[in-house]
């Protein structure tokens, strides 16, 4: 894996790119729904992988669609690689 195989942004990059604000964003976090993310080093960074599964998961295709009206789920942890702990 090159080092630029990732795509990482910052809370204000998501922000901007969803058109919500960074304290949505914290909240979201907070309450564990939105978009998974990593911390490192006391910052916050989301995966691209992430923020386009997380939007994915926001699709519809008419507001009469159920999902139209459900409040934001946190999304399936199915992008994150595991990794083995080792004893």
């Given amino acids: 894996m090159q080092k630029n195989d990732i795509t990482h942004m910052s809370q204000i990059d998501l922000s901007e790119r969803l058109g919500v ?27 691209l992988c992430d923020v386009e599964a997380f939007e994915h998961s926001r699709l519809c295709q008419s507001t009469a669609d159920r999902h139209y009206f459900d409040q934001i789920k946190p999304v399936e942890r199915t992008s994150a690689p595991v990794i083995a702990k080792t004893a």
Avoid: A, M, Q
């Fill in 21 to 47: 604000s960074c304290r949505t964003l914290e909240r979201w976090r907070w309450v564990g729904i939105g978009p998974l993310f990593i911390k490192v080093g006391g910052r916050v960074r989301y995966r």
